[in-house]
């Protein structure tokens, strides 16, 4: 008997199970999610499509965006192939170190349990489910915000020396704004940070040590800023004409949208929870300073929606330090009664567990392509086929027409023609019909005469575009897709001599 009591002392705690079991969720999710990656017969889309093209000319920066997103898709690219599957793959693996970065945040902050439930919050989002198949510039930019919270949390919890931190925090920051210049929610969260400790006699963030998150920020971006006073600020003015305050609505129900669209990125009774962090913030353990890295970002987006239009997406920069707050809070002692009077355990589950119903859902959607009997009217997925058919509709005309060159209809037509062209003396441009570059085909592959020279125009009409210096030949073809119930592609091949 002696020997048995001895024995239990020495098993593994249940912390030891609970963490390799919550490690193996993550894991089997993000297998899951590579493998609807790989089987998936939805096609690229047109940003993915463009960043891939960016991929193929490395910079320091491109006409709308920063150029981390580019790097990171060509690395993926070289090692795995032309395939949508590589484009996509570092999606759901970079999801999964933003989970187990928040999870080791949370851990520090609230203890073991919270760092389990702030990564199962994460991995079962639906935005970053979505984020998951998708990838787009969000994906390595919630990393690096993870990052600089972990880094702050560190100096909070003395993990980490507070200059060391807060230098860790800004290269963080530096390197989000390489993916997305959102990641100066982060920068103005740590300002506020400051500003609102500045006179506490242990503040969180100090001045000296402001100063060294904003220089050791500005060093790592400083290649991107270089580029763009190069290039005229072109991704910055991008950003500006993104934003479209010329034209201001000043509608209180864009609010209301934006916001319900955000119950659609966390899923509903997640982001219920989650706006608790604003009635918390005074006497809930860390929720002071969290709600800076969190709740300004959501406003600001609002406010941005009021004024003229807002992505649901432009606001996922504060989900990281909700989601550790969240999972501080459901992973407190669960004594405690919240205001509907159910204990804080029984609400995370619920809450969770909706979240993993909604990304199982998501992920099933992405493998088999279709929504199935949920696909609404307008299918929200109809911009993800027909690209390849349609390079193969345009093929046979470039070959009888002995052309190399095409004028795409759109920049959409363009960045997929780009992809599914790749390898073949095929070259794709847009004319720019009013000489001021819009996108990045206007301002790098716009049409350029070539005298003598056949090509083919794409149009959504059956008369051709008037471009003076072409001279038409014979009656266009027509490629006609179907991409959902009750849509089609319709594209005219008109075939011209320069």
């Not at 709308?64 to 759901?92: E, N």
């Amino acid at each position: 008997m002696k020997a048995n009591r001895q024995q239990t002392k020495i098993e593994p705690p249940i912390a030891f199970d609970s963490n390799r079991l919550v490690l193996l969720v993550l894991l089997g999710l993000t297998l899951l999610r590579t493998a609807a990656v790989a089987i998936s017969p939805l096609e690229l889309g047109v940003d993915e499509a463009q960043y891939w093209l960016w991929s193929q000319s490395p910079d320091f920066g491109y006409f709308t965006k920063p150029p981390l997103i580019a790097w990171i898709i060509g690395a993926a690219h070289w090692a795995f192939g032309h395939s949508a599957m590589a484009v996509r793959l570092p999606a759901c693996w970079l999801q999964f170190a933003t989970a187990l970065v928040l999870w080791q945040t949370a851990s520090w902050l609230y203890g073991p349990r919270a760092g389990r439930l702030t990564a199962l919050i994460w991995i079962s989002l639906p935005a970053v489910g979505l984020g998951s198949f998708l990838i787009s510039t969000d994906t390595p930019l919630l990393l690096a915000m993870a990052l600089a919270l972990l880094a702050l949390a560190g100096s909070v919890c003395g993990k980490i020396p507070p200059a060391r931190a807060m230098i860790y925090a800004g290269i963080a920051l530096g390197v989000g704004m390489l993916a997305k210049y959102a990641a100066l929610y982060g920068l103005f969260g740590f300002m506020l940070i400051w500003a609102s400790g500045r006179h506490h006699p242990n503040p969180i963030i100090q001045g000296r040590h402001l100063l060294l998150v904003i220089a050791a920020c500005l060093i790592t971006v400083s290649p991107n800023l270089i580029w763009n006073l190069m290039h005229d600020f072109s991704t910055m003015r991008h950003l500006g004409d993104n934003a479209n305050l010329a034209k201001q609505t000043h509608d209180i129900g864009q609010i209301l949208i934006f916001l319900i669209g955000q119950a659609g990125v966390a899923g509903p009774l997640v982001f219920f929870l989650m706006l608790g962090i604003m009635f918390a913030s005074r006497h809930e353990k860390h929720a002071g300073w969290l709600v800076w890295m969190a709740v300004p970002v959501i406003g600001l987006i609002s406010l941005q929606a009021y004024l003229s239009e807002a992505n649901a997406n432009w606001a996922m920069a504060a989900y990281p330090a909700l989601s550790v707050w969240l999972g501080g809070w459901l992973g407190s002692d669960g004594a405690q009664k919240t205001l509907l009077r159910l204990p804080r355990k029984w609400l995370g589950i619920a809450a969770v567990g909706l979240n993993f119903t909604l990304t199982t859902g998501l992920l099933l959607a992405t493998m088999a392509g279709s929504l199935g009997p949920l696909t609404p009217t307008s299918d929200p997925l109809r911009r993800l086929r027909g690209w390849q058919a349609l390079a193969q509709d345009i093929e046979p005309h470039l070959a009888a027409h002995q052309s190399s060159r095409i004028i795409a209809d759109r920049r959409a037509t363009a960045a997929l023609l780009s992809w599914h062209f790749h390898g073949q003396d095929v070259t794709i441009m847009i004319h720019d019909r009013d000489g001021v570059p819009s996108n990045h085909f206007e301002a790098n592959h716009s049409w350029q005469h070539r005298a003598g020279s056949p090509l083919l125009v794409l149009s959504g009409s059956s008369t051709p575009p008037i471009m003076p210096p072409i001279k038409w030949q014979g009656s266009p073809s027509q490629s006609k897709i179907v991409i959902s119930r009750n849509k089609s592609r319709n594209l005219y091949i008109h075939k011209g001599i320069e």
